[in-house]
């Protein structure tokens, strides 16, 4: 999701009572911990940080960022895993109208150097264990004049002062913030220079109103009182939220700032990686009822741990909701995960970073296996016309959305108008997502736009293909993607990851493709490898991979065996 909001005055107008769309995160949260304040925020490293300590860190932060010169619209770059800090550092800056940047915590010094170009932060917060890429981006680029680190090893704090003396100020006094006051996304890091997308307070809080309320016996609201007063109710079942994506990563940020709309609990990990066995223990001690997840590279190692003899005793009955988002998440993993979870809902959200969502599949049991995506409320599908033809059986096109979404992306209106366009009157978010439609609702996906392998003048939409090859017995992880070929302009490759000692060969996963699908479809190469290079969030590094893909068909035109 993204978009900027065009203004964002100092201290602008409260929210007033009665708009949602008038809303600010800090603002509500600052509600939620007047109103419980000894109701637990964050569970981390063996603390429990209350509502009132939370909300009373977050402002000793924002008079540290207040004296260093930053207010609204200044930039605070997070470099960092999901921590305490992390979500302290998120709130400090609301509080003052500043806008916190996401950044991926597994870049390097060039990746991070170049993403602090482009955000230009007043204030740089990491935990030393990342020092190195500091330390080298700053050989690169200036680093911002207020740099706080975390210390989580034995590395030194330079070129940082210590985050805890940032806390020592006196804490900020609530003042009124602006619903207009900014929220940046950034995305695209992997496939070109980083943008970001831009959300205003107000219109990210409207436009998640049922993913924070969908799933309680309540009313939705209809003012910012009833948010509170929804909130402090003790006769709710709890929010207990748990992380297991990155914070970089919309679902799983959009989702922590909802809990905590809620007045529930924020559970991390506070590790750079996932351990499966931590995250079942979290589970069962602190009784999470949300998960969240990045489909198959994340469910794919809790089911693992589960079903080992150690596992047995792990009870994981708590969990009621299970979310993912654009990523492959495989009804078998959905089946295996509900028999150790049957009261959980699988929700699988076809989103992305610039909007949405455009649809969901749901799972509540055993009984909506195979899950099949339907259209959001909102959402419709498009064709080369721009007519929508989501009521067409049969037809493929681009799904695109209509409801709430960002501004656009910052700085660059071409690039806003091309994937935010005004149809019919009506302002559109069309990230370029092929789908085919099924019927009463449900579409299949085909793949991104940009992806769309043309091979001798036919179309191939990756999506399909990797179906099929995941739904291999040995097959752990597939990719399809297309090469470019001299005759046929590209050709379709799958790089593929199997269970370690099996015995496929390239020529299995061809067959097998050829078994259900036409045959132009069918992986001219196949590659064979140890793993899919993915972000933190689980996406797939797509220009890495036909990097890889390209260097490793130099030495085996054929498909590379491990």
């Known amino acids: 999701m993204t978009d900027a909001p065009a203004t964002a005055g100092q201290d602008a107008t409260a929210a007033s009572p009665g708009d949602l769309g008038r809303a600010n995160y800090a603002s509500v949260w600052d509600a939620v911990a007047r109103a419980v304040p000894e109701r637990p925020a964050v569970v981390a490293e063996g603390?429990?940080?209350?509502?009132?300590?939370?909300?009373?860190?977050?402002?000793?932060?924002?008079?540290?960022?207040?004296?260093?010169?930053?207010?609204?619209?200044?930039?605070?770059?997070?470099?960092?895993?999901?921590?305490?800090?992390?979500?302290?550092?998120?709130?400090?800056?609301?509080?003052?109208?500043?806008?916190?940047?996401?950044?991926?915590?597994?870049?390097?010094g060039a990746e991070l150097a170049e993403l602090l170009d482009v955000s230009r932060p007043q204030a740089l917060v990491f935990p030393t264990s990342l020092r190195a890429a500091v330390v080298d981006a700053a050989d690169r680029i200036a680093l911002p004049g207020l740099v706080l680190a975390v210390p989580d090893d034995d590395a030194p704090l330079e070129p940082g002062l210590p985050f805890a003396g940032a806390l020592t100020a006196a804490p900020l006094p609530p003042r009124?913030?602006?619903?207009?006051?900014?929220?940046?996304?950034?995305?695209?890091?992997?496939?070109?220079?980083?943008?970001?997308?831009?959300?205003?307070?107000?219109?990210?809080?409207?436009?998640?109103?049922?993913?924070?309320?969908?799933?309680?016996?309540?009313?939705?609201?209809?003012?910012?009182?009833d948010v509170t007063r929804i909130a402090a109710r003790?006769?709710?079942?709890?929010?207990?939220?748990?992380?297991?994506?990155?914070?970089?990563?919309?679902?799983?940020?959009f989702n922590v700032m909802n809990a905590m709309v809620l007045g529930g609990a924020v559970v991390f990990l506070s590790a750079a990686s996932l351990d499966p066995w931590a995250a079942l223990r979290a589970i069962a001690e602190h009784r999470v009822t949300r998960l969240i997840v990045a489909g198959n590279a994340v469910v794919g190692p809790l089911v693992e741990a589960l079903e080992q003899p150690a596992g047995a005793d792990l009870d994981v009955s708590s969990l009621g909701t299970v979310l993912s988002s654009g990523m492959a998440w495989s009804d078998d993993l959905k089946a295996r995960l509900l028999a150790?979870?049957?009261?959980?809902?699988?929700?699988?959200?076809?989103?992305?970073?610039?909007?949405?969502?455009?649809?969901?599949?749901?799972?509540?049991?055993?009984?909506?296996?195979?899950?099949?995506?339907?259209?959001?409320?909102?959402?419709?599908?498009?064709?080369?016309?721009?007519?929508?033809?989501?009521?067409?059986?049969?037809?493929?096109?681009?799904?695109?959305?209509?409801?709430?979404?960002?501004?656009?992306?910052?700085g660059d209106p071409v690039r806003t108008e091309q994937s935010y366009p005004t149809i019919r009157g009506v302002r559109h978010c069309m990230p370029g997502d092929y789908v085919r439609v099924l019927g009463d609702g449900y579409v299949e996906l085909l793949g991104r736009g940009s992806g769309v392998v043309n091979t001798g003048g036919?179309?191939?939409?990756?999506?399909?293909?990797?179906?099929?090859?995941?739904?291999?017995?040995?097959?752990?992880?597939?990719?399809?993607?297309?090469?470019?070929?001299?005759?046929?302009?590209?050709?379709?490759?799958?790089?593929?990851?199997?269970?370690?000692?099996?015995?496929?060969?390239?020529?299995?996963?061809?067959?097998?493709?050829?078994?259900?699908?036409?045959?132009?479809?069918?992986?001219?190469?196949?590659?064979?490898?140890?793993?899919?290079?993915?972000?933190?969030?689980?996406?797939?590094?797509?220009?890495?991979?036909?990097?890889?893909?390209?260097?490793?068909?130099?030495?085996?035109?054929?498909?590379?065996?491990?």
């Not at 209350?50 to 402002?59: G, S």
């Not at 709130?91 to 597994?106: E, T």
């Not at 302009?489 to 790089?495: D, F, H, K, P, S």
């Open 340 to 410: 150790r979870a049957p009261h959980a809902t699988l929700i699988d959200i076809v989103g992305a970073s610039e909007g949405g969502p455009f649809a969901y599949g749901v799972v509540r049991g055993p009984g909506d296996l195979p899950c099949r995506p339907r259209l959001a409320p909102g959402a419709v599908v498009l064709d080369a016309d721009l007519a929508e033809v989501q009521d067409v059986v049969g037809a493929t096109g681009t799904l695109a959305y209509r409801g709430l979404m960002p501004l656009g992306y910052h």
């Open 458 to 562: 036919e179309k191939v939409y990756p999506a399909e293909v990797e179906e099929v090859i995941l739904a291999m017995p040995d097959v752990t992880d597939a990719v399809v993607l297309g090469l470019p070929d001299q005759r046929w302009g590209e050709i379709v490759a799958a790089m593929v990851v199997t269970v370690p000692g099996s015995t496929l060969t390239a020529e299995e996963v061809r067959a097998e493709v050829g078994r259900h699908l036409a045959g132009y479809k069918k992986p001219r190469r196949v590659l064979l490898v140890d793993r899919l290079e993915r972000s933190p969030s689980g996406k797939l590094n797509m220009r890495s991979l036909r990097a890889q893909a390209r260097e490793l068909l130099t030495t085996d035109p054929e498909g590379v065996q491990r």
């Open 176 to 225: 009124a913030l602006s619903p207009e006051h900014k929220i940046f996304m950034f995305t695209g890091g992997t496939t070109g220079r980083p943008k970001a997308v831009v959300w205003t307070h107000g219109n990210l809080f409207d436009s998640q109103q049922f993913s924070i309320y969908g799933s309680l016996p309540v009313d939705p609201p209809a003012t910012l009182d």
């Open 234 to 253: 003790e006769d709710l079942p709890p929010t207990v939220c748990l992380p297991l994506t990155p914070m970089m990563h919309a679902t799983a940020l």
């Open 47 to 108: 603390r429990v940080l209350t509502y009132r300590e939370f909300e009373d860190a977050a402002a000793r932060l924002a008079t540290t960022f207040a004296r260093h010169g930053l207010g609204p619209d200044s930039t605070v770059a997070i470099f960092m895993y999901n921590r305490v800090e992390y979500l302290t550092t998120l709130y400090a800056a609301y509080k003052i109208g500043a806008i916190p940047v996401n950044i991926n915590f597994r870049y390097g």
